[in-house]
């Protein structure tokens, strides 16, 4: 049997919606996908040819870029801020949907205009983004990499406003946070290592079978 397409699926709220689509697919993860006290991260599937592997969401599309991965779902701010050559995007799955935002305190945004701004620092995990956002704009952007608790940042110092992704807004607002300016609508994306869609049989039927999916889902 030869070796088995590979999806890269993220964790988290985006997996969540994406299974029905999946299964829609005809692509249903083994039992121990679904036990949260597993430690595999690599998994069977329905179909013997087809497994999953479950990673953090910009890890996603490293694995599909090296081809570690065949396929893969990821938001576009991860393919925005990665911009990998070897990614081709060629389903928009229509789920996953939030925004990459600017955010800060509320105090600070009442007497403020991001239309005067001439030099930003700025805390994120998207400085490429951010950086490009801002030198569109003409202004300097000093951006503080994080990982995570962004909206820490502010309270504590380290840089007066954030760049992240805002669904809700509720995290921004128990934070005493608002949004000040919107960089972009994001939502999850089917991804494909270019190579293996030129060279792996399976994965253009794959991709025609996901695009089906997400028909069927806005027409449901």
């Not at 083994?30 to 479950?54: H, M, N, V």
């Not at 600070?108 to 205009?113: F, H, R, S």
């Not at 840089?159 to 807004?169: C, K, N």
Request: charged content about 25%.
């Amino acid at each position: 049997m030869s070796d088995p397409i590979i999806i890269a699926v993220p964790k988290g709220r985006i997996l969540d919606e994406a299974l029905p689509l999946l299964a829609r697919v005809g692509i249903e993860p083994e039992a121990a996908f679904a036990d949260e006290g597993s430690r595999a991260l690599r998994f069977a599937t329905s179909d013997p040819a087809i497994e999953l592997i479950r990673v953090r969401a910009f890890d996603v599309a490293t694995f599909v870029a090296h081809g570690a991965a065949q396929l893969g779902i990821v938001g576009s701010d991860v393919l925005m801020e990665f911009d990998y050559s070897e990614l081709y995007a060629p389903v928009d799955l229509g789920i996953g949907h939030c925004r990459i935002s600017v955010a800060e305190p509320a105090d600070m945004a009442a007497a403020d205009d991001p239309r005067g701004w001439s030099h930003v620092r700025i805390a994120t995990k998207y400085p490429h983004i951010t950086a490009g956002h801002f030198a569109r704009r003409g202004v300097q952007a000093e951006c503080v990499k994080l990982n995570g608790a962004m909206e820490l940042a502010p309270t504590l110092g380290l840089a007066p406003r954030i760049v992240d992704l805002v669904s809700s807004g509720r995290t921004l607002k128990e934070n005493g946070l608002v949004e000040v300016e919107t960089i972009a609508e994001v939502s999850s994306r089917l991804i494909v290592n270019r190579a293996a869609f030129k060279t792996r049989a399976r994965v253009v039927p794959l991709v025609d079978a996901f695009r089906r999916a997400v028909e069927t889902m806005d027409a449901a």
